[in-house]
């Protein structure tokens, strides 16, 4: 997959939420209420460039000819970067909006599992970040790192049972077209047995 196609794909799968976002968006709301959409905005890129992820360290050959061993795991990295900041702020972008309105929403088995997701996550890119410096064994990142991909799973059932923007339409087809690549990609490593590189 040469990098101008994994770019055009990911443009078009980060536009397809974009727009549909926007269209439901309505006019002349307080600038609080953007403020709670613009953090469900971030939470619906942000497992766009989360699938993104599995597709760049799937091992799979004809993405890795494509990018090259020096280009995927520069784009792995900073890719990675952007969907933990980018999921990092849909809550608190919401939270503050919420303060800000003068309401608090009541905690949800839904928004549990948004947390647990946030949580595994964070810990995933911490130990990528700081594996060198806090000398993190190499077996240990492993394991942390595979945990991410509970990440997508979670994620998904997190967006379709909260997320308006998906009740119906094209994003939610796009949701379980991701989905299948998904599958398609953890089916492969599984089958494959590749292992994950330390990070360098």
Known sequence: MKKAMLFAAMIFCLAVPGISWAKALMPGLPWSVYL???????????????????????????VERGLGPGNLFKLHRRWGLIAFLLILSHPVLILLSERIQGYASAMSPVKILGAVTLVVLSAAVLAALLSRRLHIKVQTWKRVHKATYVVFPLGFVHSLLIGTTLQKGPVRVLWFVLAAGYFAILGYKLLKGSPVKHPS
Request: proline content about 4%; glycine content about 4%; overall charge positive.
């Open 36 to 62: 709670y959409e613009v953090g469900r905005l971030l939470a619906l890129l942000a497992f766009v460039v989360m699938f993104f992820q599995y597709v760049l360290s799937s091992k799979i050959p004809w």
